[in-house]
C-alpha cells in the first residue's frame, strides 16, 4: 500500500548547509514544515526550545512543545520588512481512535490523517517526528510506502 497523500519532508531541508552534516533531525524537519520556517530557523529552535545537540535526536519533544504554549518566529529581522510569526500550541498524549468501540486503539498515522485533515500537527510516533497539513503527510520518502501503519504517540496541534 503507498500512501496518496504524501509529500517528501526533505524539500525544506533545500539549500542549508547546515543540513547536510545532521542526521536524527525529522524533528526539526517537522518544525519546519509545520511552521513554514527554513530548515536553519527551525534548527536553531529545536536546540533553543528542545535542547537538541547537533546530529542527535530529540527526547521529550512532547512535553516541551506543548509545556512551551505559544512560539514566535523573528523572520527576516536584519533585513527591511522583519517579519514576526506566532503560534499557539496543544496536544494530546497517546490518542485513542473514538472509531474503535470494543477496545481501545491508537490512531495510525493513516487513520489521523484521514480524521484529522484540516489544520497543522507535529505527530511523535516511536523515534521519529512527522508533519501533517491538511491531510497531506509531510515526512521521509521511503515512510510512503510502509509508514502508514504506525501508532500515534502524541501529536501536537499548531494554529
Do not use: W
Request: aromatic share 12%; proline share 3%; with cysteine.
Amino acid at each position: 500500500m503507498i500512501l496518496q497523500n504524501f509529500q517528501n519532508g526533505y524539500n525544506v531541508s533545500n539549500g542549508s548547509l547546515l543540513a547536510k552534516g545532521e542526521k536524527n533531525d525529522c524533528t526539526v524537519r517537522a518544525i519546519a514544515n509545520a511552521f513554514n520556517v527554513c530548515y536553519d530557523t527551525a534548527h536553531g529552535f529545536a536546540a533553543d526550545v528542545l535542547k537538541r545537540k547537533a546530529r542527535r535526536g530529540t527526547t521529550n519533544t512532547y512535553v516541551n512543545l506543548v509545556g512551551a504554549k505559544k512560539v514566535t518566529f523573528d523572520l527576516f529581522s536584519n533585513t527591511l520588512f522583519p517579519e514576526t510569526k506566532t503560534f499557539k500550541l496543544s496536544g494530546k498524549a497517546a490518542p485513542i481512535n473514538p472509531k474503535y468501540t470494543h477496545k481501545k486503539v491508537k490512531y495510525t498515522v493513516k487513520t489521523f490523517c484521514s480524521s484529522h485533515n484540516v489544520g497543522t500537527y507535529i505527530l511523535l510516533v516511536k523515534g521519529h517526528a512527522l508533519c501533517i497539513k491538511d491531510g497531506i503527510v509531510i515526512d521521509n520518502s521511503n515512510y510512503q510506502f510502509d509508514g502508514y501503519r504506525r501508532p500515534v504517540m502524541s501529536f501536537v496541534k499548531v494554529c
